[in-house]
């Protein structure tokens, strides 16, 4: 009797995404030394840190007045 397979509750799945090469060599030559491994791990810690932090305080409420001044100039 075959018993069945138990489903890998902490599995993380993985899908692509395409970067600039350019963007990518900065990414390497950024992360040499750090013992970080991979580009793919950098952007994968660099994209955690900005979505924890609270997406109101990502900008100062001086830039936020900025880019809404800019806006407004622009006809938006």
């Known amino acids: 009797m075959k018993r069945p397979k138990k ?4 599995k993380v799945e993985y899908g692509t995404i395409s ?3 350019p963007l990518i060599d ?3 030559k950024r992360i040499e ?5 991979s580009v793919s791990a950098y952007v994968a810690f660099v994209l955690r840190e900005v979505l924890s932090s609270d997406s109101k305080d990502f900008f100062e409420k001086k830039d936020i007045k900025k880019l809404k001044t800019k806006l407004k100039s622009l006809g938006y």
């Open 19 to 21: 970067l600039p090469t």
């Open 33 to 37: 030394g750090t013992g970080m491994n």
């Open 26 to 28: 900065k990414i390497r």
């Open 7 to 10: 489903k890998e509750e902490n």
